[in-house]
């Protein structure tokens, strides 16, 4: 029903900045609200950024002030400006796109993109 393209990753060093895009198609119409995710190995998957289509956001305590969330509606498309990069912030990030119905939350995902950050 929705899909959603990634790109952005790569490596940087700490204290640099990356900037991820996810691409929505499909239902977007349908989209409640986009955010990113984070998964490092042997790690449960956890909540960076989202924002919903009315553009509310909420950020995980650590990112505050140095990550950015937002949304170009228009387009589809959802984009996180990561700044002063940490290097425990090495993870693969998702993008996450979430839709409601009267009963149950369906949440799509993005293929990741591996973000390294080298100190």
Known sequence: ???LVESGGGLVQA????RLSCAASG????????GWYCQAPGKQRELVASITSDGITNYKDSVKGRFTISRDNAKNTVFLQM???????TAV???NA???T????YNYWG???QVTVSS
């Open 98 to 100: 979430q839709t409601r």
């Open 111 to 113: 293929q990741g993109t």
């Open 1 to 3: 029903q929705v899909q």
């Open 27 to 34: 239902a977007t119409f349908s989209i409640n609200s986009m």
């Open 93 to 95: 990030y998702y993008c």
């Open 15 to 18: 204290g640099g900045s990356l």
């Open 83 to 89: 700044s002063s990069l940490k290097p425990e912030e």
């Open 102 to 105: 009267r009963y149950a939350i």
